[in-house]
Nanobody
Framework: QVQLVESGGGSVQAGGSLRLSCTTS????????MAWYRQAPGQQRELVAT???????NYADPVRGRFTISRDNAKKTVNLQMNSLKPEDTAVYYC?????????WGQGTQVTVSS
């Protein structure tokens, strides 16, 4: 079982920044593709950014150029730096790990961006 714990959410005005972190005790963390998803009220959960074990990055179009995903294998942490935040970024953000076709999820952290 892989447990993921997110932190760093909060409220910010448009144009501001937040940094989300996700930590785990999973022994095979360095081998796991990691991702951040988000879910706005009344919307489906959507992919925000991914980082593979080889540090390949991918971003959803709405956040490309504003968000940066990174990982620290020594600390077993994946981060999401969010800059130039917009009200439409308001959502619950979830950390995701994939291992052998199984997806693991954190509990989510709320991000609220006011105009």
């Amino acid at each position: 079982q892989v447990q993921l714990v997110e932190s760093g959410g909060g409220s910010v005005q448009a144009g501001g920044s937040l940094r989300l972190s996700c930590t785990t005790s999973a022994s095979l963390f360095s081998l796991m593709p990691m991702a951040w998803y988000r879910q706005a009220p009344g919307q489906q959960r959507e992919l925000v950014a991914t980082i593979t074990s080889a540090y390949r990055l991918n971003y959803a179009d709405p956040v490309r150029g504003r968000f940066t995903i990174s990982r620290d294998n020594a600390k077993k942490t994946v981060n999401l730096q969010m800059n130039s935040l917009k009200p439409e970024d308001t959502a619950v953000y979830y950390c995701n790990a994939k291992w052998r076709d199984t997806h693991y999820w954190g509990q989510g952290t709320q991000v609220t961006v006011s105009s």
